[in-house]
């Protein structure tokens, strides 16, 4: 009979999820008393306490309520204005017990600066319980298995949160997180989803050069004569428009020709200094085998273009780390810099909850990160749910996506993570096929 391997290691599944078997014959492995299954489309798992095939009823309910749904976000977010996680509905004293210290629900204390970018997309809304009660929170119920303590831990102010469900019980409405936890609405605030999203040239939206509009609004300009002037009107912030290539200087600036043209049927005009641009890559990076996927990472620029070998998929604006362009010698984790070079895809998780810290007992972090490409851990790809200044240095050397790019890109690159697994690994494991490459410049 074949036998697993030990260490070779090819992704994972979440809490809840569910996967079929190729066998039902067990497999023989190292590191693995009870055996292993055989799953689809490959790979096997230890069976051990942490699988069943006979699950509880009200814990497979609570699994279904509180697993991710497909799209740009797999959850609904929060931010945390400081507030405990219960493991099941709290009486109305047992609230005022362990909330009394945390101030009046609906208030929230000013942010350090360093956070202050976390809570950009926060609206202060009441989130509006749609979803009854769920069955297995009846009678005390929880949606944890065997909690020891009604309060699991606190979600420091500024950290976030992740939620499927809202509903009302003892006079307030609650949240069902993705952790099996409860959350009072009152002591969060939640996010306006961004709606941004960059180009995609293999659909035929745009075709290289093309220039983006960073930080601000940016005005359009006609030729007039020998000179140039202002139509009065403006590109908005974070669109883009094809270009010609072809460029002139007039009253004592350069500008771009776009592919733009106003009524007159006259081609419009941007300075050179208000775009962003982005051009075709005509030779492959080193590195970068031909067809292979792989992204081009301008930090200066804050762009981000996909390509299939020389041929650009996707362009759109990205938020690099806070501190620029990394500075040789220096520890780019401490100063929140994207480091440059050229890496693989390490590792793709649908969603990771993100911190500095490790542990139960951490004072921050961001919840669920959606569609998260790990290329020179910890640095990664991903969406950020918290704000949508994209094309500007933000983060904390991640390369921050909108929501909508960002799952563009996980279902594009390589390597591909099977539907029923929430994450694969690009490091060593052929079995999962090929992987793309990350290249980070200036």
Known sequence: KPQVKEGDFLGYVRVGSTLPLRSEEMVRGSGCAGGFYQVE?????????????????????????????????????????????????????????????????GEHAKLPKTLRSHEELAVNEA?????????????????????????????????????????????????????????????????????????????????????????KERPKHAKDGEDVKPTGEAWAVRTHVELTGESERLGGRQYLRTREQGEDGAPRLLAEEDATVIEAETALPHGVKEGQKWFLIRITKGTLVAYEGLEPVYATLVSPGVGGVPVKGRDPVKD?????????????????????????????WIADVPHTQYFNPPFALHAAYWHERFGELVSAGCVNLSPIDAERLFDWSDPQVPAEWQGATGAGAKENGPVSVVVVRR
């Open 41 to 105: 489309p490959r790979g096997y798992v230890c069976r051990d306490i942490t699988v069943t095939e006979v699950p509880r009823e009200p814990w497979m309910k609570a699994a279904e309520m509180t697993r991710g749904g497909p799209g740009p976000l797999p959850y609904r977010y929060a931010f945390s204005n400081g507030t405990p996680m219960y493991n099941r509905v709290p009486s109305r004293s047992e609230q005022a017990r362990f909330e009394r210290f945390l101030g009046k629900p």
């Open 336 to 364: 929140s810099t994207t480091p440059l070079g050229t890496y693989t895809i390490t590792f793709k998780d649908r969603a990771a909850t993100m911190s500095p810290e490790k542990g139960k007992n951490r004072s921050f």
């Open 127 to 215: 989130i509006v319980a749609r979803d009854p009660l769920p069955s297995f929170l009846l009678g005390k119920g929880s949606a944890r298995e065997a909690p020891f303590d009604l309060v699991e831990q606190t979600i420091p102010l500024g950290s976030m949160l992740a939620f499927t469900r809202a509903f009302e019980a003892e006079g307030r409405t609650w949240l069902l997180s993705s952790d099996h936890t409860l959350v009072p609405a009152d002591r969060v605030r939640p996010f306006r989803p961004s709606q941004f999203r960059g180009v995609d040239l293999k659909k035929g939206e745009a075709k290289l050069p093309i220039a983006f509009m960073r930080v």
